[in-house]
């Protein structure tokens, strides 16, 4: 039988994306808590949490920029490393400053059943969704080492769970799947930001290899079994 080497990423499970004070806060966000732990009772190879962790003078910050408003206003963001490469980015409210309350990982979550965390998104100059990458390809930027982590651990399949289901969790489970591994979002265990395009975008997700399943599809129920 083929290898099963699972290994969990719980994604931005942050103060800042929860009601009832989290500045950016998603819907129901604070509701994933209980999937999110029944996971982490699981037999993973390897348990990662991530946090969004901002200097104040973040670049994806309305506030940082003359005139413009969160939510609905986007910026051109470019490649530190190459001003031929730019791309329109959605700006936010300030959110996850390092080592403010908002950027607490909630105290919902069983933290100590977490092997590892990784903290994203700390170059002012730069917006990362996935906690693998940032999305610059000419050259590469900041690689946090999360896919060599996994890899040495002989991880096979990657389960995604976390905030928010339509930017960070999803930037994180296409880049898992591009690894090579093969990927899941469960979907009990996220919420998006814009609940209305969850739909669309969860469709769009097969074709990037991968599959957004349930806490009752055989692929978690395949980690209640002895593998
Ligand atoms: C996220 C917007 C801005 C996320 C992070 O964790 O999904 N969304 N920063
Ligand atoms: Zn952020």
């Known amino acids: 039988m083929a290898a099963f080497k699972p290994a969990l990423i719980v994604v931005d499970f ?14 129901g966000g604070r509701d994933i808590a209980d999937s999110v732990n029944a996971l982490l009772s699981l037999p993973f190879v390897l348990k990662i949490a991530t946090k969004d962790w901002h200097p104040p003078s973040h670049v994806s910050f309305a506030a940082n920029h003359d005139g413009k408003q969160p939510f609905t206003d986007y910026i051109t963001i470019t490649n530190p490393a190459n001003s031929n490469e730019t791309y329109e980015t959605r700006l936010w409210p300030v959110h996850c400053v390092q ?16 092997d590892k965390i990784i903290e994203k998104g700390q170059d002012d100059r730069v917006e990362m969704y996935s906690p693998f990458y940032d999305p610059f390809q000419e050259p590469r930027g900041c690689d946090s080492g999360l896919a060599g982590t996994l890899k ?16 960070c969790v999803l930037n994180c489970a296409v880049d898992a799947a591009k690894e090579g591994f093969e990927t899941f979002i469960v979907d009990e265990g996220t919420r998006a930001v814009d609940p209305e395009g969850w739909p669309k975008v969860r469709q769009g997700l097969e074709g990037k290899g991968v599959k957004v399943v349930s806490m009752e599809s055989a692929a ?8």
């Open 14 to 27: 942050q103060e800042d994306f929860c009601p009832p004070n989290g500045s950016l806060a998603v819907q």
């Open 152 to 167: 040495d651990a002989g991880v096979t399949d990657v389960y995604v769970v976390g905030l928010a289901a339509d930017y």
């Open 220 to 227: 978690v129920q395949r980690l209640m079994t002895a593998f």
């Open 99 to 114: 080592g403010t309350p908002g950027a607490e990982l909630v105290p919902e979550l069983e933290a100590g059943k977490v």
